[in-house]
């Protein structure tokens, strides 16, 4: 009659006995740390040839303009621009929140202002790239913010974003 095999199933693989002492003793060995790779950026699809790329809406042209000048005053986090712009609009938007804060603190301003945004430009120099310009209205004075976004994925992208 053949003997069963018995399997020993260890409920821990990374709990080692130690090879001196006491064999009930055990320590964890150090699982390796997990491997980052830089994956390179997804290629831009070819357009169809019938493919028309649609004008950026003005209503969102404002609400990025509104929410970059909030990102720059330090009213809105700049995480939550984070789809809307590129790396290097947000590295902008930082230094530009930064110095704003710092002139902030000199003339001791903690007000906080609700932008309204009145007048709009767009101007198409590519069919891929659209810029534009938003006058943003608050009780004491005018601001305004220059935009250049480009069209990427099928959807439109800030990749400058200015307050004035």
């Given at each position: 009659?053949?003997?069963?095999?018995?399997?020993?199933i260890?409920?821990?693989?990374?709990i080692?006995?130690?090879?001196?002492?006491?064999?009930?003793?055990?320590?964890?060995?150090?699982?390796?740390?997990?491997?980052?790779?830089?994956?390179?950026?997804?290629?831009?699809p070819?357009?169809?040839?019938?493919?028309?790329?649609?004008?950026?809406?003005?209503g969102?042209?404002?609400a990025?303009?509104?929410?970059?000048?909030?990102?720059?005053?330090?009213?809105?986090?700049?995480?939550q621009?984070?789809?809307?712009?590129?790396?290097?609009?947000?590295?902008?938007?930082?230094?530009?929140?930064?110095?704003?804060?710092?002139?902030?603190?000199?003339?001791?301003?903690?007000?906080?202002?609700?932008?309204?945004?009145?007048?709009?430009?767009?101007?198409?120099?590519?069919?891929?790239v659209?810029?534009?310009?938003?006058?943003?209205?608050?009780?004491?004075?005018?601001?305004?913010?220059?935009?250049?976004?480009?069209?990427?994925?099928?959807?439109?992208?800030?990749?400058?974003?200015?307050?004035?």
């Amino acid at each position: 009659m053949p003997v069963p095999l018995r399997r020993t199933i260890d409920p821990d693989p990374d709990i080692r006995p130690t090879s001196i002492g006491d064999p009930s003793r055990a320590f964890r060995v150090p699982s390796p740390a997990p491997l980052l790779v830089a994956v390179p950026p997804l290629p831009e699809p070819a357009p169809d040839p019938g493919d028309v790329i649609p004008d950026p809406e003005p209503g969102f042209i404002r609400a990025l303009a509104v929410q970059g000048f909030q990102v720059v005053e330090g009213t809105r986090s700049l995480m939550q621009l984070g789809p809307l712009i590129t790396v290097a609009a947000a590295r902008s938007l930082a230094v530009q929140r930064a110095s704003f804060g710092d002139r902030r603190a000199v003339y001791r301003d903690m007000r906080q202002q609700r932008p309204r945004a009145t007048a709009l430009r767009v101007d198409r120099p590519l069919e891929t790239v659209a810029e534009a310009a938003v006058v943003l209205r608050t009780l004491d004075r005018s601001r305004a913010v220059a935009l250049r976004l480009e069209w990427s994925h099928r959807h439109w992208r800030a990749t400058e974003l200015i307050v004035l």
